[in-house]
């Protein structure tokens, strides 16, 4: 379940505790707290799935019916412990509270492994060393003062102790505020520049910050010289080819950019490795039976398969999804598309949509010129029919009339002076008759 708080265009409507491992996400990176604490973005990836999955022995919540009051004797534990301070404006869940000879302890778990110092010794991340330090500030509030803690690190499969102090206390009080003050600001921060942690984060293809640089730098150069034409400024010459120009001066940045160490592999969008469920028999039936998806026609199965493993299901024609289907389809995001027998789109079943305020007003703003609007049409369109031409050619023998044909369309697309031009049914290639159009 989403922990994002209520938002409006401008920022965060209010200020709602802060979640501890919102706070964590921030000092990581304040970009990847934003995208997930106002944005109401995530994106899940191997990484975050088998971090959920270490999590799996200290699931089973404690609770504290008279915290002002408690005592916890040595070798006693309380697990999943949520907490919530109202004068620190923060909420949390700790994973083990454990009762020592001297006081208590917090354990956190962590799925990958502990920074080296300078001598070789393990000891815990900064990210990881401050979230231990905002459960002990949690405890504190409802009467338990713990005197140490530890991250167990699943990768080395040990323990790496962190030392509370008030300095790291004073730390976590102060990056509160810091995230909350950039929550209310409504202004998403900067990428990372040139940094390892982008490489392991599952946000990378939210984020992309080697063409958000690209990005920032090229409208900063229009913003102090209104005489540069930079495509999508409000100050876009009307040459089209200039738009497109930057369009892929800005890919070319972002595959240059990448090369360059510590990001000498760019990470891959996740979600690849899921199936997509395609059913266009007749009659058939979708639904669902425990973890599984079940295909069948006239009672009978046809296929099963994990729920976990799909990411999309395809419905043509005459094709029914059960209610309990659908509920498990909204709950793990898997979209439901409906085609007519012969393919043709006819609508689609998705449950609730991300947020992503600041990006879809960015879009907006984009779309509202006409320079914009017309270039992403034209490429749109002239990357279909290529790509239409394309899959002919590997997989058909087709006659070279034919060819000539779809690439006098394709290029026609691409230097389409207004949107009329730019409709596929009547962009026609130079030198070309309407017999020949409507042949094709």
């Not at 030392?163 to 990428?191: H, M, N, Q, W, Y």
């Not at 200039?242 to 369009?247: E, F, K, P």
């Not at 059960?322 to 509920?327: F, G, I, N």
């Amino acid at each position: 379940m989403s922990d994002a708080p209520v938002q409006t265009q401008g920022g965060l409507e209010s200020q709602p505790p802060l979640p501890v491992r919102r706070l964590h996400n921030f000092i990581y990176c304040p970009r990847l707290f934003y995208f997930q604490w106002v944005e109401n973005i995530f994106q899940e990836d191997a990484d975050t799935v088998a971090g959920s999955h270490v999590h799996r022995n200290v699931d089973a919540p404690s609770r504290l019916d008279d915290p002002k009051e408690l005592g916890l004797p040595e070798g006693a534990k309380l697990r999943s412990l949520r907490l919530e301070s109202e004068s620190l404006g923060l909420i949390g869940v700790v994973d083990i509270v454990e009762g020592g000879l001297d006081g208590a302890e917090i354990i956190d778990y962590k799925r990958g492994s502990a920074r080296r110092d300078s001598e070789g010794e393990r000891v815990a991340k900064e990210p990881d060393a401050m979230q231990v330090a905002a459960h002990a500030l949690l405890l504190r509030e409802h009467g338990l003062n713990a005197v140490s803690g530890a991250i167990y690190y699943a990768a080395d499969k040990r323990r790496v102790p962190v030392e509370l102090t008030e300095e790291l206390f004073a730390k976590v009080r102060t990056s509160i505020e810091d995230a909350k003050r950039i929550a209310r600001s409504g202004t998403c921060p900067p990428p990372l520049k040139n940094d390892a942690r982008c490489l392991y984060c599952s946000a990378y293809p939210i984020c992309l910050p080697n063409e958000s640089h690209w990005w920032a730098k090229a409208k900063k150069a229009v913003a102090t010289d209104k005489q540069l034409h930079f495509g999508f400024s409000p100050f876009a010459a009307s040459n089209e080819d200039a738009v497109r120009d930057r369009i892929l001066e800005a890919l070319d940045f972002a595959a240059e950019s990448g090369k360059g160490a510590p990001t000498l592999e760019p990470p891959r969008p996740g979600g690849d490795d899921s199936e997509v469920l395609v059913v266009q028999t007749p009659g058939a039936q979708i639904g669902q039976r425990g973890e599984q998806l079940i295909v069948s026609v006239k009672g009978e199965d046809m296929r099963k398969i994990p729920s976990q493993q799909v990411r999309a299901i395809f419905c043509y024609g005459a094709v029914q999804i059960t209610a309990q289907a659908v509920e498990t389809c909204l709950d793990l995001g898997i979209d439901v598309s409906y085609f007519s027998p012969a393919g043709r789109f006819l609508g689609l079943l998705r449950g609730l949509p991300a947020s992503g305020v600041d990006a879809r007003r960015g879009q907006y703003r984009l779309f509202e010129l006409p320079g914009v609007r017309l270039q992403l049409a034209k490429e749109s369109i002239r990357a279909k029919i290529h790509n239409q031409r394309v899959m002919l050619m590997r997989n058909g023998e087709v006659p070279d009339r034919v060819l000539k044909l779809m690439a006098g369309f394709r290029d026609a697309a691409a230097s389409a002076r207004d949107l009329t031009e730019c409709s596929a049914s009547k962009a026609a290639p130079p030198h070309s008759t309407s017999s020949n159009s409507n042949r094709c």
